[in-house]
């Protein structure tokens, strides 16, 4: 579960492009991920060792389509990298989660 916080900016007033930016707070509800222990090489299963909760920065790049339409799209690269370990420190080294991806976005207009 997610909870992003977006800006945009035009980047000109002649061209429809964006950046976009924002920060998010997201909850890790489940996983089936298995854990590798290198010293007697079994796999295991512990959520436990995760942090649940996750902060993430993310940034892209986005055009603007049929601005005139009663549904403009937007639609560009995106980039979200997360900001605190994935894993609890006892747990395993530095990891963090990254996307990289292609946003979509669908924008509704009123007559």
Do not use: C
Request: proline share 4%.
């Amino acid at each position: 579960i997610e909870l992003p916080v977006t800006t945009n900016f035009q980047l000109s007033k002649r061209l429809p492009i964006y950046w976009n930016a924002g920060l998010s707070l997201s909850y890790l509800v489940s996983t089936n991920a298995l854990h590798f222990d290198s010293q007697t090489g079994v796999y295991y299963k512990d959520n436990g060792l995760f942090n649940k909760l996750q902060a993430n920065l993310s940034t892209g790049l986005s055009v603007s389509l049929w601005n005139k339409s009663k549904m403009p799209v937007h639609v560009g690269p995106q980039l979200q990298y997360g900001l605190t370990n994935l894993m609890k420190r006892d747990a395993s080294a530095a990891k963090h989660l990254f996307y990289f991806g292609l946003n979509t976005k669908v924008f509704l207009k009123k007559n």
